[in-house]
């Protein structure tokens, strides 16, 4: 069986201890930290799903930070913050291809009998379950937003 998420994680920041690499190691923690946060506040332990989840969601907050800083100028806190996904990403599933994507997007719109803009809830509630984690959503939100404004 391979090495769950949070195992993983876990080995990387000993990894990162033992190699003295300070910035890795502090993504590291703050990840471990969410995911002890969410475990502590809903008592559960989290599965390697509720981990993407959340690890999910810190990308999320970090590619907003960087298109808030690139406009006001602040190179160097967007640099941090690309270094910050760079770490994250690495714990998280094979990114999905620009097709495997567009697939997905096709055959929620499908299946959903989707025609126009206003069917846009379900559609998100089809692909987010199969790309959590791999795709950024606001991404796939603008494209299936293209693709019922087109139909």
Known sequence: MTASIKERIRGAMKA?????????????????????????????????????????????????SIAQYRPAGREDLALVEEQEVTVIQGFLPQPLSEDEINTIVLEAITASNATAIKDMGKVMGRVKPKMQGRAD??????????????S
């Open 16 to 64: 990162a201890m033992k190699a003295g690499d300070k910035p890795r190691l502090g993504v590291i923690r703050l990840m471990m930290a969410d995911i002890k946060r969410r475990e502590v506040d809903e008592r559960i332990e989290l599965n390697d799903h509720e981990v993407i989840v959340v690890l999910d969601k810190m990308l999320k907050q970090r590619r907003e």
């Open 137 to 150: 959503m606001s991404i796939v939100s603008a494209k299936i937003k293209g693709m019922l404004s087109a």
